[in-house]
């Protein structure tokens, strides 16, 4: 049975359907309306044929507005690249990728762009997909054959069963088949048109490719820790599975040759893996990691309401079987608009580290603040000295322990929210038997206020945390303001360099913009009132002895979540 993959606007409706095996009315009306919208294109296409677009026409319009690259297409070698790609998806995948249409084929509605801009930085962003010719709410936007993309399956033929078992991380396989098309088979390798278009590491650039000094840049956010530990994770990744006593490429040194398998090539495939893999979710033999030719070129835009990365739930939709990845536009495009899709609801930093750019307007922007009160057990009181124990420290852990959570937590701080976590969290921290007159812990509603005392001293503990954060980088959010503004010197940076000022001078901002909420908050509350000043003082990032902390950071936690292979420390 043919199979279709689809990835649709996530409204609540559709949401909700990942897990059902049937579509529900409105999916289906949309996946049909794909096809009928297609088919009266289609018919128009033909009723119109000589007065409508003729063949070369669009490429010819690009041309005009500069949006073929640097040699308006001549001899362009990215241009080539993408002529060969297209041929390729024609003859291998029989993607229908003409722009005239035919007998039982719409016309095309994309074309490829080699060069496209952010519009606010004007930094490059690479490929990317444009209209072609106007497009509406629901069309078809294309449709890839599975054989076409690289999964784990595909590694697995590729370089055999016994050397990549059953069951072998997704990434890793993946990357293996990365490095064995592009640096051991080149030109001889079956999908070397799609290889042609990947960019290289250094026009992606993820923090975790930089070097120490443009992450020096960084000084201060918290991106610099993730990006470590993404680093070590991914040398004792290679080191694990290839380099090492028993890697792969003393077992099998044939198929995986020294030359080739070399780490700057295991950093390439990652880079592709995290910037461009797709997470499909199907039903029926669990999720899978799939590198989509042509889906791949499409850019990233938070205000898109059409999802290719999956890797957040709820995104990939299905009939029945899988024979082919199909998009549908979210909304109507213009020709010539540059098509986008959202990678999901990531901050700027989860966007730096695993793709090499942030927004300058990002609503899901946030900076990980760690809030860290420390429970002021018996233990810990005897071995501090000046520090008194708190009577409920036990039972607060206990029930901290009971609800699955850690002592001491990271939470994202968004620009205008924190999340409920956070504020249940710190309630019970700042406890105080005042507030229990006896009553077990666990009898509380942490999602409220418990008294005026104890949310003065929550509210007051967000401050010092978010003071705290704001006080590790070595420049301030003026200093910033000011080297973007000289725009001479700016341009002087490298991309590397560009890209970490703003991407401090945005954390930064956040920053201070919480606090003001924050402080605001607590006035118009009341609550910077003098009687309240029992409230408990925190220990905010500061280890007492004989505590045991958590090292990990939000943001750690969610590249966890993203399947790698194992724990990032
Ligand atoms: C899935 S690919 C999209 C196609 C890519 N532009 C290319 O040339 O192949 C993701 C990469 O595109 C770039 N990109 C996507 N969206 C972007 C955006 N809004 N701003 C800047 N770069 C973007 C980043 O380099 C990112 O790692």
């Known amino acids: ?20 095996p049937s579509l529900s009315p409105k999916l289906a009306q949309l996946a049909m309306a794909g096809g009928e919208g297609g088919d009266a294109e289609w018919v128009k296409a033909l009723l119109e044929a000589g007065g409508g677009t003729q063949p070369g026409k669009f490429e010819e319009d690009m041309k005009m507005k500069g949006l073929l690259g640097p040699n308006r297409g001549k001899g362009n070698p990215k241009l080539n690249a993408n002529s060969r790609l297209i041929s390729w998806l024609e003859t291998e995948g029989q993607v229908y990728l003409s722009e005239s249409s035919t007998w039982g084929e719409a016309p095309h509605p994309m074309a490829i762009s080699t060069e496209t801009v952010d519009e606010i930085t004007n930094e490059s962003s690479g490929r990317g997909l444009l209209a072609r010719r106007s497009i509406n709410d629901g069309d078809e936007l294309l449709k890839i054959p599975f054989n076409l993309c690289l999964t784990r399956r595909s590694a697995r033929k590729a370089l055999g069963k016994d050397a990549l078992p059953d069951g072998i991380n997704e990434y890793l396989a993946i990357a293996c088949q990365l490095i064995h098309e592009k640096y051991v088979l080149g030109e001889e390798s079956f999908w070397a ?64 040759p020294a030359e080739h398998y070399t780490y700057e090539n295991w950093v390439w495939a990652f ?48 009939k029945n079987g ?20 959202s990678y999901g609801q990531k901050s700027n930093a989860e966007l730096l580290l695993l793709y090499g750019f942030a927004l300058e307007r990002n ?27 708190d009577p409920l420290a036990q039972e607060k852990l206990d029930f901290l322990k009971n609800v699955g959570r850690e002592q001491t937590v990271d939470f994202p701080c968004y620009a205008d929210r924190y999340p409920v976590e956070m504020l249940e969290y710190l309630r019970l921290m700042m406890l105080t038997p005042e507030d229990t007159r006896g009553k077990p812990v666990s009898d509380f509603d942490f999602s409220r206020t418990i008294s005026a005392a104890n949310e003065a001293s929550v509210l007051q503990s967000v401050v010092t945390a978010v003071k705290y954060q704001l006080n590790l980088y070595p420049q301030t959010e003026e200093d910033d303001a000011a080297i973007i503004k000289d725009k001479g010197m700016f341009r002087l940076l490298s991309y590397n360099q560009r890209m970490a000022v703003r991407h401090r001078r945005n954390e930064k901002r956040l920053l201070k913009r919480t606090l003001a909420a924050l402080e605001k908050q607590i006035r118009s509350k009341g609550l910077d009132e003098e009687d309240l000043s029992r409230a408990e003082g925190s220990t905010l990032g500061e280890v007492l002895k004989g505590e045991t902390r958590k090292q990990k950071t939000a943001l750690e936690d969610k590249l966890e979540k993203m399947g790698l292979p194992v724990d990032l420390r």
Request: hydrophobic share 40%; net charge negative.
């Open 322 to 341: 899988e024979e082919e990845v199909i998009l549908y536009a979210d909304r109507g495009y213009r020709q010539m608009e540059q098509i986008y899709i």
């Open 193 to 256: 048109p799609y290889i042609g278009v990947l960019p290289e590491v250094s026009e992606v650039n993820p923090t975790f490719t930089w070097p120490d000094e443009d992450l020096e840049f960084l000084k201060g956010s918290p991106i610099v820790a993730a990006t470590r530990s993404l680093q070590m994770k991914l040398q004792r990744e290679y080191r694990d599975l290839l380099s090492g006593e028993n890697g792969l490429i003393k077992r099998f040194p044939s198929r995986f």
């Open 271 to 318: 880079t592709m893996l995290f910037s461009r893999a797709i997470r499909l979710r199907n039903l029926q033999v669990g999720e899978r990691l799939a590198m989509v030719p042509y889906a791949d070129l499409i850019n990233h835009s938070a205000f898109s309401q059409t999802f290719i990365d999956a890797r957040e739930s709820g995104d990939w939709l299905f």
């Open 363 to 389: 609503p899901y922007n946030s900076v990980d603040v760690t809030v860290s009160i420390s429970p002021r057990t018996a233990a810990v009181a005897a071995a501090n000295e000046g520090i008194e124990e």
């Open 1 to 20: 049975l043919p199979t279709m993959l689809a990835f649709a606007p996530p409204n609540h409706q559709q949401r909700q359907l990942v897990h059902s």
